[in-house]
């Protein structure tokens, strides 16, 4: 779940400073900020969490696996 809100809220975060900031599309810039926050958020809400966010990048969905 956390994923998904974290694409979502990234994805929205990126249109508000394109229409009132006059940003530039950057997908690289979303999906890097989507997978930061998701990692974070998986980190503060699941106690036992034992990767790291370089694991995370390279391999999510073992990461994802392993706290199930």
Request: charged fraction near 20%.
């Amino acid at each position: 779940m956390g994923v998904w809100v974290s694409i979502i809220r990234n994805i929205w975060d990126h249109r508000n400073k394109i229409v009132f900031r006059q940003g530039k599309v950057d997908v690289e810039e979303i999906f890097t900020m989507a997978q930061l926050n998701a990692w974070a958020w998986i980190e503060y809400k699941i106690d036992k969490v034992n990767f790291s966010y370089s694991d995370w990048i390279l391999c999510p969905i073992q990461c994802l696996h392993s706290v199930t």
